[in-house]
């Protein structure tokens, strides 16, 4: 069980990870080592436990504490557990806690792309995909729509960030990714490793989302584009298929990560 330690200076410097607002400074906490994350609510941080993810610190609500129904404090072990009333953590963190608990985790290292994809069949591709939330709930669609891993551009939102892996419910933990080496998808490297690519896009040349040649595609990877802008024209034209979801009442588009729940059950292996 965590040893239960009670807050009396927030500017402690043990609790530096909780009042830093600065995500990217967390990122790069142990440079040149991997960084940290501060993941939030009882859920998301048991299945970072469950992941394999190392906790360093626990911080809860005083009145939290005994109403642990999840069995959180018996998953962390012996880490320190920071805590006190609602005003005092508000003061520390800036915001509210959501069912009162933040835990922070070391990183680990990331997965060779190759190494990733090896016995996959449907993996998912983001390009540049800047928003924490869509990020979140593009990766909590591929955990639930049957993808089996979600590799990103450089240019993306890190998905380790609290809001990401809050909006996921923690499935950022239980489904495979990796960064790409490159801002931009090269198709010829996905070719390389056996797969079809599929890009969503609005075009004249699009296919509808449920053609059969691409439903029967053996190895596909689906690739989403930025919020906005959408994938680049070099994505697009070197893609073996552009792809496009059906729309009523003159709409044009769904948010990136709508259209991503759409194209994983209707591409997810559930019916390759």
């Not at 940290?36 to 504490?65: C, H, Q, T, W």
């Not at 990331?110 to 016995?119: H, I, K, M």
């Not at 003159?250 to 559930?270: K, P």
């Amino acid at each position: 069980m965590p040893e239960i330690r009670e807050i009396n200076d927030i500017n402690a410097p043990e609790l530096q990870f909780f009042s830093c607002n600065s995500e990217p400074q967390l990122l790069h906490w142990f440079e040149p080592q991997e960084g940290v994350f501060i993941a939030e609510s009882p859920k998301v941080i048991i299945r970072a436990l469950n992941a394999g993810y190392e906790p360093i610190s626990l911080l809860m609500e005083r009145d939290d504490i005994s109403r642990d129904n999840d069995g959180l404090l018996e998953l962390c072990g012996d880490i320190p557990l920071y805590t006190g009333d609602t005003d005092t953590i508000v003061s520390l963190t800036g915001f509210k806690l959501i069912r009162g608990a933040l835990c922070v985790f070391r990183r680990k290292n990331f997965s060779f792309v190759e190494e990733l994809c090896r016995n996959k069949t449907r993996i998912a591709v983001l390009e540049n995909v800047v928003n924490p939330t869509n990020i979140g709930a593009i990766f909590r669609s591929a955990a639930a729509l049957n993808m089996e891993a979600v590799l990103l551009t450089k240019g993306c939102c890190d998905p380790l960030y609290r809001r990401s892996t809050r909006v996921s419910m923690g499935t950022v933990f239980q489904i495979e990714w990796t960064y790409l080496d490159s801002d931009t998808v090269d198709t010829d490297f996905f070719h390389r490793l056996g797969f079809r690519t599929a890009a969503m896009a609005l075009r004249e040349d699009s296919v509808n989302i449920n053609d059969r040649n691409l439903m029967s595609e053996e190895k596909l990877a689906v690739i989403l584009g930025a919020e906005g802008d959408g994938l680049s024209n070099e994505t697009i034209n070197t893609a073996d298929y552009t792809v496009c979801i059906p729309m009523a009442h003159g709409v044009d588009s769904l948010n990136v990560a709508a259209a991503s729940a759409v194209a994983f059950w209707q591409l997810g292996l559930n019916n390759a």
